[in-house]
């Protein structure tokens, strides 16, 4: 196409000739040699831009498509498209263009609605001026989506502000609990957020390092400040204990008395007395997802099966457990051997190097 005829399709103005104009002036963009595509790409953006509101979406999702990837395209144009309201226009740069900066970027995620914020969650690298854009003005799915994309670099204040947004977000937790790096000191914030059946999934599998020292160390402050309130002279729970450890009162009174009133701490104090852990070890294995632990120490403490009983209807009422589950548990405890309940208990103390004398 010469210049008379470009100069008659400018002239027009309809959509339609503006579409073609800037058709050819793209063929012309992308044709340009190296040594003229710097000054050819400076007009291809001013023209264009200029007539861009008058493009129909069809043409201006061509043109996306065409230039996105370009690392010569004008940043003014690009911005212009992944600023487009219509996602078919927006999608080609959010998703592929290289010549665009995370600030760029950052700065069209500020405007844009949620469906252009998620493309931009995938991006193949973001880096932490968008994350903490897309942190801040992202819809759930936004988050989820940036949050399990281990490409993007999430900064200390991000992973903050993500943590806060997790509060009631069980997805969300999951996500950040996936991010290997998820800082210390947000790590110690999502924990209290956490059921306990998903912070003891975290422990067992282990793989998130920073977050399974978080869980710990909290379990371990909330135990000591519990033990804090029971030092000074002895109270009649502590009275009860000494009673049911030295043989004087009957261990199910006491186990009945604890479990009855939801005292699971001073539960926890009486099984561990009864097989010579610390409390801050026995305490937190009351209302452990995994119930093994539990079993054996009741049963080598010499627990019935019906004082067992009151303890399972505690974590039930505490955990939100199934009658299913509940009956479950009964019937596992119902045939836990002492034998076998002590074999667990000897494999659980060598691997905590705890004494396994009982």
């Known amino acids: 196409m010469n210049a008379t005829q470009l100069a008659e399709l400018a002239r027009n103005g309809s959509a339609e000739s503006t579409g073609e104009l800037v058709s050819a002036l793209t063929d012309l963009f992308c044709r340009a040699p190296d040594d003229e595509r710097e000054r050819v790409s400076l007009v291809?953006?001013?023209?264009?831009?200029?007539?861009?509101?008058?493009?129909?979406?069809?043409?201006?999702?061509?043109?996306?498509?065409?230039?996105?990837?370009?690392?010569?395209?004008?940043?003014?144009l690009l911005k212009a498209l992944a600023a487009d309201e219509d996602l078919d226009v927006a999608a080609p740069v959010l998703e592929q263009c290289r010549n665009l900066s995370d600030q760029d970027f950052a700065e069209v995620a500020e405007t844009v609605p949620a469906s252009h914020l998620l493309v931009l969650s995938q991006r193949k690298v973001i880096k932490p001026v968008l994350s903490r854009v897309l942190a801040q003005r992202g819809e759930p799915q936004v988050l989820h989506a940036l949050t399990r994309n281990?490409?993007?670099?999430?900064?200390?204040?991000?992973?903050?502000?993500?943590?806060?947004?997790?509060?009631?977000?069980?997805?969300?937790?999951e996500a950040l609990s996936e991010r290997p790096d998820i800082?210390?000191?947000?790590?110690?914030?999502?924990?209290?957020?956490?059921?306990?059946?998903?912070?003891?999934?975290?422990?067992?599998?282990?793989?998130?390092?920073?977050?399974?020292?978080?869980?710990?160390?909290?379990?371990?402050?909330?135990?000591?400040?519990?033990?804090?309130?029971?030092?000074?002279?002895?109270?009649?729970?502590?009275?009860?204990?000494?009673?049911?450890?030295?043989?004087?009162?009957?261990?199910?009174t006491a186990v009945g008395a604890f479990a009855d009133k939801d005292r699971a701490f001073e539960l926890g104090q009486l099984l561990a007395r009864t097989v010579g852990w610390p409390d801050n070890v026995v305490v937190p294995l009351v209302f452990r997802e995994d119930d093994m632990p539990i079993l054996f120490l009741c049963r080598l403490g010499g627990v019935s099966n019906e004082a067992y009983?009151?303890?399972?209807?505690?974590?039930?009422?505490?955990?939100?457990?199934?009658?299913?589950?509940?009956?479950d548990a009964m019937r596992k405890y119902a045939q836990l051997s002492e034998e076998a309940a002590r074999s667990a208990f000897k494999a659980m103390a060598q691997k905590l190097k705890l004494p396994a004398k009982i």
Do not use: W, Y
């Not at 291809?44 to 990837?69: H, M």
């Not at 947004?165 to 997805?171: P, S």
């Open 183 to 252: 800082p210390e000191s947000s790590a110690e914030r999502l924990v209290p957020f956490l059921s306990r059946e998903m912070a003891q999934r975290i422990k067992d599998l282990n793989v998130n390092e920073v977050l399974v020292k978080a869980i710990a160390e909290r379990a371990a402050r909330e135990v000591e400040i519990q033990l804090r309130e029971f030092n000074g002279a002895k109270s009649k729970t502590e009275q009860l204990i000494d009673a049911a450890v030295a043989g004087s009162v009957p261990v199910d």
């Open 44 to 76: 291809f953006g001013d023209i264009v831009l200029r007539v861009l509101d008058r493009l129909e979406c069809a043409a201006r999702s061509a043109l996306s498509q065409r230039i996105a990837d370009d690392d010569g395209a004008p940043k003014d």
């Open 150 to 173: 281990h490409s993007a670099i999430i900064g200390v204040d991000s992973f903050d502000l993500l943590v806060a947004r997790a509060r009631k977000d069980v997805e969300l937790q």
């Open 309 to 327: 009983m009151k303890i399972v209807r505690m974590r039930a009422k505490r955990m939100r457990l199934s009658s299913s589950a509940s009956s």
